[in-house]
């Protein structure tokens, strides 16, 4: 797994059990790390979360000893649902437990603002797993949110599809708008069920 920090490959072995990677980790993880855009499309339980949560870590890795603005987040992951950002967020945390120098949070609806915003502003955010509609909240009401993610490093959409220009499976509008309003260097699609198109998906 080259390319992979020590602390990534401990908690790849020793916390979620992996001793091989799957074929669509193998495929997405060096195109992702080398800044190429990526769509994928596997079967559920085939490890695709990992195959871009991985990359995603050792990105925001690089640009921090790069001197990437600790204020900035480093990569931003869109998903559909509540319970699927938490899903994506806890198995970020279990790659994450050895490394304590990357932040992981989950921005999703049916949580009071202010007291997300305060957590955002007191605690690590390299990685933010958002719900369009909560991050379009944010992007509109909470101070300093756009600031920090005009230049994300990486940008994952989890189950999308881009039948035009950035509008996004559960997301509607929001999700259009919050593909527009953060342009990235690199872009991820991801999906176990959904046929993806791809669109100019890079700003």
């Known amino acids: 797994m080259a390319g992979i920090s ?13 001793e091989l990677m799957t074929q669509v980790q193998a495929q997405t993880l060096p195109v992702i790390i080398s800044g190429e855009d990526v769509l994928a499309k596997a079967k559920t339980g085939t490890g695709k979360t ?35 950002s938490m899903q994506i967020a806890a198995e970020a ?27 955002m502003n007191t605690q690590r955010l390299d990685i933010m797993v958002a719900t ?3 991050l379009i909240d944010h992007l509109q ?14 940008r994952c959409s989890y189950r999308a599809v881009l039948p035009h220009r950035f509008a996004c499976i559960g997301g509607g ?20 069920t959904r046929c993806l198109r791809w669109a100019s998906a890079r700003l």
């Not at 020590?6 to 992996?18: F, I, N, Q, T, W």
């Not at 925001?60 to 649902?81: E, M, Q, W, Y």
């Not at 989950?106 to 603002?113: A, E, L, Q, R």
């Not at 509008?173 to 176990?192: D, E, I, N, Q, Y």
Request: a positive charge; glycine letters at 10%; aromatic letters at 4%.
């Open 93 to 119: 945390a279990k790659l994450l437990h050895f490394q304590k120098s990357v932040g992981v949070q989950v921005v999703i609806g049916g949580v009071n603002m202010k007291t997300q915003l305060r957590r």
């Open 6 to 18: 020590d602390a990534s490959r401990r908690g790849l072995k020793e916390v979620l059990k992996y």
């Open 50 to 84: 990992l195959g871009f949560l991985v990359p995603i870590v050792e990105v925001v890795l690089a640009a921090r000893a790069r001197g990437f603005g600790a204020d900035n987040v480093g990569a931003l992951i869109l998903s559909p649902t509540r319970e699927l």
């Open 132 to 134: 369009p509609g909560r």
């Open 141 to 154: 009401n909470s101070p300093g949110i756009l600031n920090r993610l005009r230049n994300i490093r990486v």
């Open 173 to 192: 509008a929001h999700g259009a708008s919050a593909f527009r309003v953060t342009p990235c260097r690199c872009c991820a699609l991801t999906s176990a």
